[in-house]
T-cell receptor, first 113, second 112 residues
Framework: DGGITQSPKYLFRKEGQNVTLSCEQNLNHDAMYWYRQDPGQGLRLIYYSQIVNDFQKGDIAEGYSVSREKKESFPLTVTSAQKNPTAFYLC????????????FGNGTRLTVT | GDSVTQMEGPVTLSEEAFLTINCTYTATGYPSLFWYVQYPGEGLQLLLKATKADDKGSNKGFEATYRKETTSFHLEKGSVQVSDSAVYFCALSVSTGNQFYFGTGTSLTVIP
């Protein structure tokens, strides 16, 4: 079955450490996205990529970095510069075109102490 | 800019009650509209979509009609079940840069 796999489901880190969240899709989608979800705030866009080796900042990119070396993969690194990294992170993908919906992974819950 | 405003929750209903969750949007051009559902600890799942004015999206007893004149896409279900308890998100996408915009979500709890 095609889908998006995020791993791990839960991640714990100490403050000051960088951490990388994995996102892999086998839907053959061109576009991939990272969102952050905090209670009561909906989804906020961190980064998105419409094609391999190209990506754009979203609304809250500070303290995060991404790479898109393969079509299937879009890892997100939460750096020590991110002031409040504890959150639920969602990866998504879509085909090109505004009629194509987003397909989401099941998320990674990151806790930084 | 483009945005989505949806009804604040939480919403609590008894089983078999009628559900409406309001969603209005602001967009330049002609967006596509979506409803997503999120169960606890999971990602979002597409519930239904509509891509042009007067389109009605439907799935699992849920419906929403794309109303251009009122810039709305309200979610409705005639008879909710306990299993419908979740958070519902309204969203739009625009052609420019394949961007998506989400509402803040509405939490629904259905009690037996």
């Amino acid at each position: 079955d095609g889908g998006i796999t995020q791993s791990p489901k839960y991640l714990f880190r100490k403050e000051g450490q960088n951490v990388t969240l994995s996102c892999e899709q086998n839907l053959n989608h061109d576009a991939m996205y990272w969102y952050r979800q905090d209670p009561g705030q909906g989804l906020r866009l961190i980064y998105y990529s419409q094609i391999v080796n190209d990506f754009q900042k979203g609304d809250i990119a500070e303290g995060y970095s991404v790479s898109r070396e393969k079509k299937e993969s879009f890892p997100l690194t939460v750096t020590s510069a991110q002031k409040n990294p504890t959150a639920f992170y969602l990866c998504a993908s879509s085909m090109r075109g505004q009629n194509s919906p987003l397909h989401f992974g099941n998320g990674t819950r990151l806790t930084v102490t | 800019g483009d945005s989505v405003t949806q009804m604040e929750g939480p919403v609590t209903l008894s089983e078999e009650a009628f559900l409406t969750i309001n969603c209005t949007y602001t967009a330049t051009g002609y967006p596509s509209l979506f409803w997503y559902v999120q169960y606890p600890g999971e990602g979002l799942q597409l519930l239904l979509k509509a891509t042009k004015a007067d389109d009605k999206g439907s799935n699992k007893g849920f419906e929403a009609t794309y109303r251009k004149e009122t810039t709305s896409f309200h979610l409705e279900k005639g008879s909710v079940q306990v299993s419908d308890s979740a958070v519902y998100f309204c969203a739009l996408s625009v052609s420019t840069g394949n961007q998506f915009y989400f509402g803040t979500g509405t939490s629904l709890t259905v009690i037996p």
